[in-house]
């Protein structure tokens, strides 16, 4: 195993940033192992993110828009992935982890006789050995994991995780055969984007200000929160106990059932802290808590806890940033 | 119909974590088993649909674990299973993704089922690898993070969410599904469930019932574990109390100043 492999998942050609922080990552390890960087692009919208992943230091960028891809759950992608791998030759396959690069992870783990470092953090490489490291137990243990010596094997990646530095070095895109003689069983009939555009994905937020049930309805997320996560040039984010209320979208909630983000400025408003929460976001880099209740267990793990009401703090706080950015512009 | 749900036995996740800094181990002493708490959603969407369905449908739970913790089993029983099994090996201890969905997907053959139900995660492992390595092993079409099922006509149904929204599928049986939280709230076991439990069975099988034909365990997996140590901790701050909302603003906005965020 010496060549590296990304997978690149999107949709209709938008991606999120860990697939360049995937092909970033890619070329380090493929040169500390003496190996080639590639990637793999397929679905509808396959050619203009190609376009956009030369400006990162790859060897070959494997394509095809097949439309099976997006009519398919997923048995279109483990095929071609497949595909790439034994095109590309004994390699480390780097996959997002998100609710789909997770799938197609585990599918592959079979397919290929494959190890997998889950979750991964960083990687070392060292005498031709790749170890991971990925916070387990909702981050209560920082594990290194080797990857046996083996033809293939397999990372999904924390978002966020690793940084960006686009560098053209010239990567051939190149067309991907679909692979023959295979049947597809589970049919998408409809897909439904929830995620508002025009509004910064929440893992890749430097800033994000998250609403819990405190916040007591849908609407103080619009009023109360956004006008302050726009004010900070960041995202807004929420716990589950105000995604399953129906105040906002899941793909909003953070923690062990959502999503994970590490943004270097994280505002709890009206959110308890529970484990399941904290999971989420406790890797952030400064985490300042709101709220009413000076005993609730966030304090444990804020930098700075102010106790007091929500809704009366947020829109000074608000006039205060907006008008500390207006004093710099000037 | 059979449905068949994986129920990973795992230490108590609203425990506090800890290293013992001697051994490096988990302290696993004093902390409690119970079902991964994933799993009693994937148990409480087998259930539901076993209800709908009627008739002849029943739902077995399976586990692969030590034999110790057979009766941790009970909880599932008592919430409604009908039955249980459990591969239980010594030589399986140490398996990793691809050795423990291997020999659990060898297991699952003998078993049987119509429909295969996942939890999306585990607590304490957690890769979410295992539902994808199992539906490849069994050959079986894999539907995750399901927040509605139904079964209609031999096919499977599902309204499933994805991490940008969510679509519906649908699939043939057998198959598998993972499911997500938001299928709906585990039931709690009834004095009678608890009761009826104890006389359910549980089945216990081991290598020698599977015939594998690659090693498992330590041996058979693709993964080592090197080190593992606490993240660096992460200090309790500052809590203040404020005397109005201007000042608790003006609280915020200093301290993000002092530490450049703003
Ligand atoms: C298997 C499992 C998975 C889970 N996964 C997740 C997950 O991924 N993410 C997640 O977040 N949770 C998750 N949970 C749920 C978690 O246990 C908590 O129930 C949830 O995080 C609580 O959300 P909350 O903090 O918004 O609500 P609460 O715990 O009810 O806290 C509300 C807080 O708001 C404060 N408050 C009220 N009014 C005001 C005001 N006017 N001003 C300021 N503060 C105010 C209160 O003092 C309180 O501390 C999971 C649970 C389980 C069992
Ligand atoms: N040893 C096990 N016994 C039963 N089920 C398991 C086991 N390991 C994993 N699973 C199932 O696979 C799901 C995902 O696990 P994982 O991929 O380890 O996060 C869990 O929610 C369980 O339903």
Not at chain 1, 127 to 137: D, W
Request: proline content about 5%; glycine content about 10%.
């Amino acid at each position: 195993m010496n060549n590296v492999l990304v997978y690149a998942e999107h949709r209709g050609g938008q991606t999120r940033k860990v697939t360049f922080e995937m092909a970033t990552e890619a070329r380090r390890i493929a040169d500390a192992l003496g190996g080639k960087a590639l990637a793999l692009v397929v679905g509808a919208g396959s050619a203009q993110l190609a376009e956009q992943l030369k400006n990162y230091p790859l060897d070959t960028i494997y394509v095809n828009d097949d439309a099976d891809v997006d009519k398919f759950l997923l048995d279109p992608v483990v095929d071609y992935v497949e595909a790439a791998a034994k095109a590309a030759g004994p390699s480390l396959i780097l996959i997002p982890n998100t609710l789909a690069g997770r799938d197609v992870a585990g599918r592959l783990v079979a397919r290929l006789g494959a190890g997998i470092g889950a979750d991964v953090t960083d990687f070392h490489i060292e005498n031709g050995v790749v170890t991971c490291v990925s916070p387990k137990m909702g981050g209560a243990l920082i594990t290194t994991c080797a990857l046996k010596n083996a033809d293939y094997a397999i990372a999904t990646i924390r978002p966020n995780a690793f940084s960006v530095a686009p560098s053209a070095t010239g990567a051939q895109v190149q067309p991907i055969e679909k692979p023959a003689g295979k049947t597809y069983s589970a049919v998408i009939e409809s897909d439904v984007d929830e995620e508002s555009s025009g509004e910064m994905a929440l893992e890749e937020a430097a800033v994000v200000v998250a609403g819990g049930r405190g916040l007591g309805g849908p609407e103080p997320f619009d009023t109360l929160l956004k006008p302050l996560a726009h004010a900070l040039g960041g995202a807004v984010g929420a716990s589950r106990a105000a995604a399953d209320a129906g105040w906002v979208s899941y793909s909003l909630q953070i923690g062990q059932t959502g999503k994970t983000v590490t943004p270097s400025l994280y505002v709890a408003v009206g959110i308890s802290g529970a484990i399941q929460h904290k999971v989420g976001m406790r890797a952030s880099g400064t985490i300042v808590a709101i709220n009413k209740d000076g005993a609730a267990p966030i304090a444990e793990f804020s930098d700075l806890m102010v106790v007091g009401d929500a809704f009366s703090i947020v829109p000074e706080l608000t006039k205060l940033v907006e008008s500390a950015k207006k004093e710099a512009v000037s | 119909m059979k449905i068949v749900v994986t129920v990973k036995l795992v230490p108590d996740p609203n425990s506090e974590k800890k290293i013992d800094p001697n051994t490096k181990r988990l302290v696993r002493t004093g902390v409690e088993t119970v079902l991964n708490p994933y799993d009693e959603y994937a148990l409480e969407a087998a259930l539901q649909l076993k209800e709908r369905a009627g008739g002849d449908a029943t739902v077995t739970v399976f586990t692969m674990g030590p034999e110790a913790l057979k009766e941790t089993l009970r909880k599932a029983l008592a919430m409604g299973a009908d039955e249980a099994v459990m591969l239980a090996d010594a030589a399986l201890e140490g398996s990793d993704v691809s050795a423990t969905s291997y020999a659990m997907a060898q297991a699952l053959k003998k078993t049987g089922f119509d429909l295969l139900i996942v939890g999306g995660l585990t607590d304490d492992g957690s890769t979410g690898a295992v539902p994808g390595a199992l539906a490849e092993y069994l050959g079986v079409p894999c539907i995750t993070n399901a927040r509605k099922a139904e079964v209609t006509g031999g096919a499977l149904q599902v309204e499933r969410e994805t991490d940008s929204g969510y679509q519906t599928v649908r699939g043939p049986l057998p198959a598998l599904l993972t499911t997500a939280l938001t299928f709906g709230e585990p039931r709690y076991a009834s004095l009678k469930g608890i009761m009826g439990a104890k006389k359910k069975p549980i089945a216990i099988l081991t290598l020698s019932d599977l015939g594998l034909d690659r090693p498992v365990g330590t041996d058979g997996s693709k993964t080592q574990l090197v080190n593992f140590a606490p993240p660096p901790v992460r200090g309790k701050g500052k809590t203040i109390e404020v005397a109005d909302a201007t000042a608790g603003a003006h609280a915020i906005f200093d301290f993000l100043k002092e530490k450049k965020l703003v």
